[in-house]
């Protein structure tokens, strides 16, 4: 047989072909790698001297997936179904050829790597790897016949729940389930594999009854499948609204898993294709490839980051013993200071706290956690026990002059090289690091509440960070599995200024006599998690406000807060903290506040305002043509100048609707001179705050878009 490809090892052992997979870096399914796949295999069939071929992967990896860069790019639909349909038929070459295939799967086996498998006649898996068709979660469904193989081996409901939810299971779990035949140490995987093909060659284990098409015993009767279908639309319906994938993968299996099944893998096949040329599959793959790449900055390319082992956290209070958490689950040691002994025990209380909801999933025990803790976490009001650390970070109280003489003081005690980084969400990081000999080794590491589930690490640079300090940081926060967006030094950095700008709007809204409910109504149904009086409850009134009062002193006119605002915080409730905000939360279910409806009614009755009807598309556009605005400002004031970033950080840090690509991907469909045209005549119905930026009006006299690919 052949043995000589750039992406597959040929090795022969006894009268088995062993194809082993190496694609780096995860074993993509790229056309020259599933081509010499195909021709390998093919040419094992051939060899009268093979009674068997295995497949098994490289490193990690079994398959990771199809490369999705080749996905992206398509336009056209029906040259895509070729595609398809031409894979299908080397998947199906497997499935019905004249020797057997075994996939050993050495690691990940994900998407169309799972497909592969499926179409062998026998999986072993090492102990622990990962098998799934996480397709949805970039906007597609499987596509190589995964929604009609897997019904056929674990069942028609836990195929539904795999395919729409998207998420993985380990091998174990695919093993009870019934798509994985034997799960064995990582070291005896060959072995088993070879075993498996032994029991071929001596007829224990039947060639043609292991073909995956040919199996229905564990497929529902029609009445079955109606209710489980049923129920699927119904759950899809609930926790997949703007998507279209997990709908399109229900329609695969509802209409499919029939006796025809090449007619069933031609209908999957034009639902993937349908899927895989919308603007939602588009948007989620941008966003798939952009979280990738964040962080990967020309700045510091080739700046080697620092070792960080040891973290030291100034302050215990909501966000620092989040971020105590996240040190703590990602392998590093804390040395953890308060301020006193009262302070630091309600610090250790508080981090333990966060650990409740693991240990309730049965993700871990009390006795980890107790473990976790002794070894790994030293608590201390002395400042000098911070001396050997690698990096600071500072979660105080939001006073400049306590986070200032923190940093002064920590300056002799700890090493020239360890990078301080705070954790404040306004304050200015160049202001902050002025009190240093060497300012540039201060950063802004600006995490999201709450810190140990939020994916977001928004990065402040001040004008004198260094670009190793820069590094180091874009490096540890993968290394805590979170999601690093760089940002240069300005009121509010980037998110909390974009999601006052976005959310904002809606208080003078309410002051021109736009009911509040309709809306949090709009705002919802557009994707958010939660309209602006529910989200400004659950962060505070009177923060809301400060930062509102900030930006009206930096921005001047432009950012002046409604008067609606003002009035609400005058009213002192200030959100869930005080029992109620724009919201009452003393009963079971939140209601509106009477003190808060009472203020607006008698403003509006003041000002001589009566009630205006609003569209939720119009307001929807009014709010986004704000926040477009405002990231064009930002963009020209140099406070980030890549969209992609920009998108992730409102994606992963407020919860923008991910199939809507982000607020910038989201102006470009819309077109940037109908959105500076909406603006001109925003700004002549409400003023200043709509003033287009100079940028953005250039953009749309050039025709140009925030991304360069749309």
């Not at 098409?213 to 209710?227: D, G, I, V, Y």
């Not at 099944?261 to 639902?271: K, M, P, V």
């Not at 690091?433 to 709450?450: K, T, W």
Request: aromatic content about 8%; proline content about 5%; overall charge neutral.
């Amino acid at each position: 047989m052949k043995t000589d490809f750039k992406t597959i090892k040929v090795k022969q052992r006894e009268n088995v072909a062993i194809l082993q997979l190496d694609n780096p870096p995860v074993n993509q399914l790229s056309e020259h790698f599933v081509r010499e796949m195909a021709e390998a295999i093919f040419s094992a069939f051939e060899d009268p001297a093979i009674k068997a071929v295995i497949l098994t992967g490289t490193g990690k990896n079994f398959i990771a997936g199809a490369d999705i860069t080749e996905v992206q790019k398509v336009k056209d639909k029906e040259y895509l179904f070729q595609k398809v349909m031409e894979n299908n038929r080397f998947l199906n070459a497997i499935e019905l050829g004249p020797k057997p295939v075994i996939a050993a799967i050495n690691g990940n086996c994900l998407g169309g790597g799972l497909e592969i498998a499926m179409a062998c006649h026998y999986r072993v898996a090492a102990s622990g790897v990962q098998v799934g068709q996480p397709e949805v979660q970039i906007g597609l469904i499987p596509g190589a016949g995964g929604t009609q193989r897997l019904p056929r081996l674990v069942g028609l409901p836990d195929a539904l729940q795999m395919i729409t939810t998207g998420q993985p299971i380990s091998a174990e779990e695919a093993l009870n389930k019934g798509c994985i035949d034997e799960v064995v140490p990582q070291e005896r995987l060959l072995d088993a594999a070879i075993e498996a093909a032994r029991k071929f060659a001596l007829g224990q284990l039947a060639h043609g009854a292991r073909i995956t098409r040919e199996m229905t015993h564990k497929l529902p009767s029609e009445e079955q499948k109606r209710n489980i279908i049923a129920f699927a639309k119904g759950v899809a319906a609930q926790r997949a609204k703007g998507y279209i994938a997990p709908f399109k993968a229900i329609e695969a299996m509802e209409k499919g898993l029939s006796s025809d099944f090449e007619g069933d893998l031609a209908r999957e096949a034009e639902l993937f294709c349908e899927c895989a040329v919308s603007d939602v599959a588009k948007n989620l793959i941008a966003i798939f490839l952009n979280t990738r790449a964040a962080g990967r900055l020309p700045r510091i390319q080739g700046i080697e980051p620092a070792k960080v082992h040891r973290v030291g956290v100034l302050g215990g209070g909501v966000m620092g013993s989040g971020i105590v958490n996240v040190l703590l689950r990602n392998g590093f040691d804390v040395v953890l200071w308060e301020v006193n002994e009262e302070a630091k025990e309600k610090a250790l209380s508080s981090i333990r706290k966060t650990f409740e909801y693991p240990i309730k999933k049965g993700k871990m025990t009390q006795a980890d956690l107790d473990s976790l803790m002794d070894e790994h976490l030293m608590s201390t009001t002395s400042l000098e026990d911070l001396k050997d650390v690698d990096l600071v970070i500072e979660a105080v109280v939001e006073d400049m002059k306590i986070k200032q003489d923190l940093w002064k003081k920590l300056e002799s005690v700890c090493r020239p090289d360890v990078v301080f980084a705070t954790n404040t969400s306004a304050l200015p990081i160049t202001e902050m690091a002025s009190v240093l000999e060497d300012q540039g080794r201060l950063i802004g590491l600006h995490f999201f509440n709450p810190a140990e589930r939020m994916q977001l690490l928004e990065i402040i640079c001040g004008k004198k960070t260094w670009d190793k300090t820069l590094s180091t940081s874009v490096a540890f926060c993968r290394a805590i599995k979170k999601v690093p967006i760089v940002v240069n030094d300005g009121p509010g950095f980037y998110v909390s200024r974009q999601l006052s700008a976005l959310m904002g709007e809606s208080t003078f809204m309410v002051g021109e006599g736009v009911d509040p409910a309709k809306i949090e109504e709009a705002v919802v149904e557009f994707g958010m998690p939660m309209g602006p009086a529910t989200l400004s409850d659950l962060t505070g009134i009177d923060i809301g406000y400060h930062v509102g009062k900030n930006f009206e002193r930096s921005f001047g006119e432009r950012w002046k807060m409604s008067p609606i605002y003002e009035l609400v915080y005058k009213t002192g409730c200030y959100g869930r903290k005080t029992g109620a905000g724009w919201y009452d939360y003393s009963g079971e279910k939140p209601v509106p506040n009477p003190k808060v409806r009472q203020v607006i009614e008698e403003y509006l009755k003041a000002n001589g305002i009566k009630p205006k009807e609003m569209t939720h598309q119009e307001i929807i556009d009014r709010m986004l043509a704000r926040a477009i605005n405002e990231a064009a400002y930002m963009i020209q004031e140099g406070i980030c100048d890549r969209p992609q970033d920009m998108d992730l950080a409102m994606i992963y840090g407020t919860g923008f609707p991910p199939y809507r690509g982000g607020i910038l991907r989201y102006a470009d469909k819309w077109g940037i001179k109908n959105v500076y045209e909406h603006l001109l005549k925003l700004h002549k119905e409400h003023g200043a705050r709509f003033t287009p930026c100079p940028l953005l009006q250039e953009m749309a006299s050039k025709g140009e878009t925030f991304y360069k690919d749309y």
